[in-house]
């Protein structure tokens, strides 16, 4: 089978056949067209890999434009004689992966071919990262609700943006959003992992290096920075990074241009650098493991990611997203009861969203379109149920002492007449409620705190008393 299936437009007959016979003879599947053709015959259902042309520089910036209209998101491979030295306008640089002289050698055409594959794979990860990492940031807590709107405050300008929180808590999220909704949405977004890469490799990801600079470096190579240039560079675990790289990224922040490893040529680039780390750099700093200065270039514009045990009221809507991005996918579904989802809510969540990401793709091929209540759920969550179940006793006990303290009986001894104790407990439950969330002006967290309640049960008894809408209405 062919590795790639490749259109060329050519600006000549004998050209193309010189094109076709090389890559055929590297088995891959070529189709060429004039470029006359180009608007009415191109079969956009091969999903073509890569697209190369090869046209006079009058006639380019149309063909690139049809392209691009015609295949969307295509790599464009621009074939150029070998004693062309011109210059190309912006439109076609924006949109041109790669310039290929020819004729070329075998190795040239292989590189540029693995440049393409790379392209694609990045574009796939990319794509397929955003349907999976957006949903993270589903909910109606007041705490993810702030964060939301500090995206949207912070993202059509051009500062530094720090994101902080726990591992798993969506910080990749935060800057894939902060960069869709900025000018740069159709620049390359790049992330890197600092605490991934080991530190000697560390500054060729980011600057890239040339040819010989270090044993194994047989080819020239881009860096992070050239990739996302015009676009937003996220620096995972930047606390992470070595104090001997961190020097050099405060240079690139403060002078904008930086030196490939093995060069002394200086890169000017317009990048929008989004950092994020899980550790607490003014601590660090105080450790002498993170530098002063530029924790104070970074901390421009901060942004806390809430953790998972802060907004537990958010997990249904999570799960809901969860599920249908597994059904997007393809891999199945599955249905939680809201039992299950109750219990859910009791657990600490140590590894956040990404934790209940992993079990409700475990729940879905346990339990392929079935139905999931409590003892589905892993062992570690049988423990909630339980003790949720002696919570809500021991709470009906004190609801009930208190009420015949109210109603001057301390013998405990019903009325003559008898009592509805369930809907007497009730009415009274509710009208505490009621109470304790106007003495904390809404804030479900602190009546929870004064009712001697988990946060979780008053949010289901907020529910199962149609109290939600009077709560929603106190913090807009």
Known sequence: MAAHQILVVDKSAECTQEVETILRFLEHEVFSIGPDKLHDHVDVARGYTAVFISQSIEKLASVVKTVIEQIPEVPIVLLVDTDWSGSLPTMIEENVLQTQEWPTNYAELTKTLANV????EMDRQSNHRSVELFRSLGGNSLVIQKVRKLIQQVAGSDATVLILGESGTGKEVVARNLHYNSSRRNKPFVPVNCGAIPAELLESELFGHEKGAFTGALSARQGRFEMAEGGTLFLDEIGDMPLSMQVKILRVLQERNFERVGSSKTIDCDVRIVAATHRNLEDEIQHNRFREDLFYRLNVFPIDVPALRERTEDIPV????????????????????SGALQTLQCHAWPGNVRELANLIERLAILHPYAVVDNIDLPDKFRQYETS?????????????????????????????????????????????????????????????????????????????????????????
Request: charged share 30%.
């Open 117 to 120: 594959q790379q392209s694609k």
């Open 318 to 337: 999570l799960v809901g997203d969860l599920i249908a991005r597994i059904e997007n996918e393809k891999r199945g579904s599955v249905r939680l009861t």
């Open 388 to 476: 949720e179940i002696n919570f809500q006793a021991g709470q009906g006990l004190e609801l009930a002492n208190e009420l015949r303290v109210q109603d001057g009986d301390l013998s405990g001894l019903l009325p003559k007449d008898g009592i509805d104790l369930k809907e007497h407990l009730s009415s009274l439950e509710c009208e505490l409620i009621r109470q304790a969330l106007d003495e904390c002006d809404g804030v479900v967290a602190h009546a929870a705190k004064l009712l001697k309640m988990r946060r979780t049960t008053l949010v289901e008894k907020l529910r199962k008393y149609g109290l939600q809408r009077n709560v929603e209405a106190s913090t807009n």
